[in-house]
C-alpha cells in the first residue's frame, strides 16, 4: 500500500537559492548561551533576596547576642543604658496599620463595588485610571501632605502636637485605598457572569445579588486585596514618619506622638552605632517576619481557592 | 500518478478562477507559466515517507502505526473525522510535535530517504524545507514586507535589493502581490482574512521550502478566499511537495492528487491510517468499507 | 428602596475616593507649583542657611537615577521573564524565582535601604552614590518589571512563536524578532511605570544615595539628592533654611508633576507603539 504507489528512487531536493546557505553551526551554542544569561537573569532575585537575609542577619548578631531575645522584645527603650526593647514600635506599627485599614479598606471595597457593578464604562475607565494615579503618588508627598494639612487640623480639633496614631492611620487608609480597591475589583470582576444572571432571573435585585452571591463568591480574592494592603502599610516608612510625632513612648491616645518599627530605623540608622545599631536591624527582621507571614497567608488564601474553584474565586 | 484527469481538473478551477477574477477585478493577472513549466519533467518519486509512525501525548496514544508515502510535486490530502489526529500527523512531519509537553514519537519519518527523528539531525533545518501554514491566519504584527523577509532574514539575507525581490517574487506566487504591493509597509494585521492566509502562504515560500504543510488553511475563511487558496495550490504543486489536512472532503477532492484517511475506533483511541491512494480512487472506488461509510456521510 | 441606598452609598465611596486624589493633587500643586515652575527655582543652586535657594541638583539627581536604575532594572527584569515564559518549564528552579521574587516585593523600601546602605554602601564600598542607590532601586523593582513584562509575554498569541519556529527561527530568534516586539506596547507601559515609583522613592534612597548636595553629581559614584529624599532632609533638617516649607513646597509639587507626567505618559506611549505596529486593540 505504501511503495508500489509512486515507485522509483525518491526525489532530490529542489533548486534553491538565497535560502540554501548553511545553517549557522555555532547556533545550538549561541542558543545555550543566551538560556544561560536568561537563566542567571532569573536569579538575581533569589540571590538578592538571600543576600539581604544574610546581611540582616548578620548586622543584627550582636542585637540578639548582647540584648537578648527577651530584652529585645521589652517595651523599655534606652540603648543609653542598654535597654533595646522593641514593643512599643511594634504596637506602633500595628496601630497605625490597623487603623489604616480601618479607614481605608471599607473606602476602597466600596468603591470596588461601584465599579464592578455600578459604574458606566467611562466613570470605570476614569476612576480606574484614578486609582493608579493614586497608587504612584510618591509616598513622601502623602507624607509632606499629611504633616501640611492634616496635622494642623488634628491639632486644631485635639489639640497637642496634631501629631499620632489618627493621622497616620488616615494618610495610610489613602495609601492602601487604590492597592485594596483594584484588587477587589478584580475579584468581583472575575466572578463568573452566570451567577449574577441566575439570580436576576430570580427576581433578586442588584444588591440582593452583590450581598448573597457576588461578594461572598469573591471573598477570598477580597481578603486577599486587605491582606496586601495592609502589607503595604505595615512597610510603610515616610508617609508614617512625617505625621506620627515621633516619640518613643506608647501613645496615651490616637493622637499623642509615637514611633513605629519603620520610623525608628529611619531616623536612627544614620547616628548610631554598636548594639544600638544593630538592633535596628533586629527591627528590619521583624519586619521582615510580618510581611513574609502575609504572604504565607495570601498564599494558603488562593490555593484554597483555586482549590475549590479553579475560576480564580472562592464558592463560600 | 497523477494524469490526463488531474491536467483536466487543473485546467478547469483556472478557467472558473479567470472568471472569477474577470468578475472581481476586470482583468486576470496570472503569474507567468513558463516559469514553472521547465521543472514539470522532473522525476516524481516519494519526498517524504512515513514508516510505522506513533505519537503520544503524556503517555496518551494520538496516532498509530502510520506508514504512508508522499509523492513529490503533487498534493496529498489527509482526511478523517475531527480527532482523529491528522493535524498531529502533520505536525510530526516537521517535529512542531515537540513544542508541546510531553510528546513522544516512535517510528520513522523520511524526508529524501532520510530519517528526520534520527539523533542529530537538524531540526531548525528541517522546518526551513518543511514549511508549515496553519488553520487560523498567523501573520506577525509586523508589516506585509518584514512579514515576508522575516525567514530569508533568519537565514542571513541582508542585502535590501534580495529582500526586495525574494518579497516580491513569494508575494507573486502567492498571488497577493497585486493586491498589496501599494501597502507594503502598512501592518500585515490589516487584511482581510484570506489575504492573511495568503501572506502566510508567501511568507512560507520566501525560505523556499521543498514540502508544505497546510493544516485546514480555509477553515477559518469565506467561500471566496477559499478558491483562491484552492486555486494557488495548484500552481504550487508544480513547484512544492504539498500535504493538506483538511475537515472539507470536497475540497480534499478537489485539489487533491493523493488521498489518506485516517480514522479512529472510538473516542479516545488513537488515529490509525485506513486507506491511503490517488484521490480519484479513493474517492470514487474506496477499498475498504470505513473509506466508504466516511465519505457517503454514514460514518458514525 | 434598600437596592436605591446600597446604589447611592457605593456611588457616593466611588466620589470620595475620587475626590481624596483630586485633592491631593490639588493641594500639592496649589502650595507649590508656583515656586516650581520657576527656572531659578528647579535649575537654581540650593542654599543651606539662607532664603531663596533652588532645587537644580536635586532635580537633576532624581532625573539622573531614574535614568541609571532603569538602565538596569529593565534590560535584568525583561530577561528574567524572558526566561520564565520563554525558556524555562515549569520546575524546581521556576519555584524558586518565583517564590524570591515574591517574597521581595513584599519588603518594605526602608529595609532595602538599609540593605543597601550594608552591602552597596559599605561592603562593596560604593559609598553613598547613584551607583549604590541604583542598585538598591534595581533589586526593589525587578519583581514589578518582571512580573509586568511576563504578563505581556504571555498575552502574546501561540500562533506567532509557532509560525516563526515553523519557519526554522530557534527560540532565541523567535524571542527577539517576534516575542519582545509584540510584547514592546506592554514592557514599556511597565517600563514608564517603572520609572515613575523610582522617581518617587524615598526612603530606600536616604542611607544609599544621600539627601543633601550643592553641585549636581557627574559621576555615578558621587552622592546624590534625589527629589524625594531631599524633601525628606527638609523635613528632619530643614529648619536651619528660613523658607524651607517653600523649598520643600516647591520641589513636592515638582516631583508630583514628573511623576504624574510619567504614570499619564506611559498608556499613551504604548498606544502610540500599538499604533504603529498596527495592532488594533
Known amino acids: ?316 | 500518478m497523477p494524469c490526463e484527469a488531474d491536467e483536466e481538473e487543473v485546467r478547469g478551477v483556472k478557467v472558473s478562477r479567470e472568471a472569477l477574477l474577470e468578475v472581481m477585478e476586470g482583468e486576470s493577472d496570472l503569474p507567468p507559466d513558463d516559469e514553472m513549466e521547465g521543472e514539470k519533467d522532473l522525476a516524481q518519486g516519494n519526498k517524504m515517507e512515513l514508516s510505522g509512525l506513533s505519537l503520544s501525548y503524556g503517555g496518551k496514544k494520538v496516532l498509530e502505526d502510520i506508514s504512508m508515502p508522499i509523492p513529490a510535486r503533487s498534493i496529498t490530502a489527509v482526511i478523517g473525522p475531527s480527532g482523529c489526529g491528522k493535524s498531529s500527523l502533520l505536525r510530526c512531519l516537521n517535529r512542531m510535535n515537540e513544542l508541546v509537553d510531553g510528546a513522544r514519537v516512535e517510528g520513522k519519518v523520511y524526508l529524501d530517504g532520510e530519517d528526520v527523528y534520527a539523533p542529530g539531525f537538524d531540526v531548525v533545518g528541517l522546518r526551513r524545507r518543511v514549511g508549515m501554514v496553519f488553520q487560523k491566519p498567523n501573520p506577525f504584527p509586523k508589516s506585509v514586507y518584514e512579514n515576508v523577509a522575516y525567514g530569508p532574514r533568519l537565514y542571513g539575507v541582508r542585502q535590501k535589493k534580495v529582500l526586495d525581490r525574494i518579497v516580491e517574487e513569494s508575494l507573486r506566487r502567492a498571488a497577493l502581490w497585486d493586491e498589496v504591493k501599494d501597502k507594503l509597509g502598512s501592518s500585515a494585521l490589516a487584511l482581510s482574512g484570506g489575504q492573511q492566509q495568503r501572506l502566510c502562504i508567501a511568507r512560507v515560500l520566501a525560505v523556499q521550502p521543498e514540502v508544505i504543510l497546510l493544516d485546514e488553511p480555509c477553515s477559518a475563511l469565506d467561500p471566496i478566499s477559499t478558491q483562491r487558496i484552492e486555486d494557488l495550490l495548484h500552481e504550487l504543486k508544480e513547484m512544492y511537495t504539498i500535504v493538506i489536512v483538511t475537515h472539507n472532503m470536497q475540497q480534499a477532492a478537489r485539489v487533491s492528487d493523493f488521498t489518506a484517511f485516517i480514522t479512529i475506533e472510538e473516542q479516545g483511541s488513537p488515529g490509525r491510517l485506513v486507506e491511503f491512494g490517488e484521490t480519484e480512487e479513493v474517492f470514487t472506488n474506496p477499498r475498504k468499507k470505513k473509506t466508504e461509510d466516511y465519505i457517503t456521510g454514514r460514518f458514525g | 428602596m434598600a437596592d436605591r441606598a446600597a446604589g447611592l452609598f457605593f456611588k457616593a465611596a466611588a466620589a470620595v475616593s475620587l475626590a481624596v486624589l483630586a485633592f491631593i493633587i490639588g493641594i500639592i500643586l496649589v502650595k507649590g507649583l508656583g515656586t516650581a515652575v520657576r527656572p531659578s527655582f528647579l535649575f537654581g543652586r540650593p542654599q543651606a542657611m539662607k532664603e531663596g535657594g533652588g532645587i537644580g541638583p536635586m532635580f537633576f539627581s532624581s532625573l539622573y537615577l531614574t535614568l541609571l536604575t532603569t538602565l538596569m532594572v529593565v534590560p535584568l527584569g525583561v530577561g528574567a521573564a524572558l526566561y520564565l515564559a520563554e525558556f524555562s518549564r515549569d520546575g524546581r528552579l521556576v519555584r524558586l524565582v518565583r517564590w524570591g521574587t515574591e517574597s521581595l516585593s513584599s519588603i518594605s523600601s526602608v529595609v532595602f535601604g538599609i540593605f543597601g546602605m550594608i552591602f552597596f554602601v559599605i561592603y562593596m564600598r560604593l559609598g553613598y552614590s547613584l551607583l549604590a542607590g541604583a542598585l538598591t532601586l534595581t533589586l526593589m523593582n525587578l519583581p514589578t518589571v518582571m512580573r509586568v513584562t511576563e504578563e505581556s509575554i504571555r498575552a502574546i498569541p501561540w500562533s506567532y512563536r509557532e509560525a516563526s519556529l515553523s519557519l526554522g527561527a530557534s527560540r532565541w530568534e523567535t524571542a527577539r524578532r517576534v516575542v519582545l516586539p509584540a510584547a514592546l506596547p506592554g514592557i514599556t507601559t511597565g517600563a514608564v511605570l517603572t520609572m515613575g515609583r523610582i522617581m518617587g522613592e524615598s526612603a530606600a534612597l536616604v542611607y544609599t544615595v544621600g539627601i543633601f548636595v550643592r553641585k549636581p553629581p557627574l559621576s555615578p559614584l558621587q552622592p546624590a539628592a534625589p527629589m524625594a529624599a531631599n524633601i525628606w532632609h527638609l523635613y528632619t533638617e530643614g529648619a536651619l533654611i528660613p523658607d524651607w516649607m517653600r523649598v520643600a513646597s516647591g520641589e513636592a509639587a515638582a516631583l508630583l508633576v514628573m511623576v504624574l507626567l510619567l504614570n499619564l505618559g506611559a498608556g499613551a506611549l504604548a498606544g502610540a507603539i500599538r499604533k504603529k505596529m498596527g495592532i488594533l486593540h
Open chain 1, 1 to 316: 500500500m505504501t511503495s508500489q504507489l509512486c515507485p522509483g528512487k525518491m526525489a532530490g531536493p529542489a533548486a534553491r537559492s538565497w535560502a540554501g546557505g548553511p545553517v549557522n553551526p555555532f547556533k545550538g551554542q549561541r542558543e545555550a548561551a543566551i538560556r544561560w544569561t536568561l537563566r542567571i537573569c532569573a536569579l538575581i532575585s533569589v540571590v538578592g533576596l538571600f543576600l539581604m537575609v544574610a546581611f540582616l542577619l548578620r548586622e543584627s548578631l550582636p542585637a540578639w547576642r548582647e540584648a537578648g531575645f527577651t530584652n529585645l522584645f521589652a517595651a523599655d527603650w534606652n540603648p543609653g543604658r542598654g535597654k533595646y526593647g522593641i514593643l512599643i514600635f511594634l504596637v506602633g506599627t500595628m496601630a497605625v496599620s490597623a487603623g489604616g485599614l480601618m479607614l481605608g479598606a471599607p473606602l476602597a471595597l466600596a468603591t470596588a463595588i461601584y465599579l464592578h457593578a455600578y459604574a458606566r464604562p467611562a466613570w470605570r475607565r476614569v476612576i480606574g485610571k484614578g486609582l493608579e494615579v493614586l497608587a504612584g503618588i510618591p509616598s513622601i508627598i502623602l507624607g509632606w501632605l499629611g504633616f501640611t494639612t492634616l496635622v494642623p487640623l488634628v491639632r486644631s480639633l485635639a489639640g497637642g502636637t496634631g501629631m499620632g496614631i489618627l493621622p497616620a492611620s488616615m494618610v495610610l487608609a489613602v495609601m492602601i485605598l487604590p492597592t485594596v480597591a483594584t484588587i477587589a475589583r478584580d475579584s468581583l470582576d472575575a466572578v463568573p457572569e452566570s451567577f449574577a444572571e441566575a439570580s436576576f432571573s430570580m427576581g433578586a435585585t442588584r444588591w440582593q445579588t452583590l450581598r448573597r452571591v457576588i461578594i461572598p463568591t469573591a471573598w477570598p480574592g477580597i481578603a486577599v486585596a486587605m491582606i496586601l494592603g495592609l502589607g503595604r502599610a505595615l512597610g510603610e516608612t515616610m508617609a508614617v514618619a512625617m505625621v506620627i510625632g515621633p516619640a518613643t513612648a506608647f501613645p496615651r491616645n490616637l493622637t499623642t506622638p509615637t514611633h513605629t518599627l519603620t520610623t525608628k530605623i529611619m531616623l536612627e540608622m544614620g547616628e548610631s552605632t554598636g548594639v544600638h545599631r544593630s538592633s535596628l536591624f533586629a527591627m528590619a527582621l521583624v519586619l521582615l517576619a510580618l510581611s513574609t507571614l502575609l504572604i504565607l497567608l495570601v498564599r494558603l488564601l488562593s490555593r484554597k481557592a483555586v482549590q475549590e474553584f479553579p475560576g480564580g474565586v472562592l464558592t463560600c
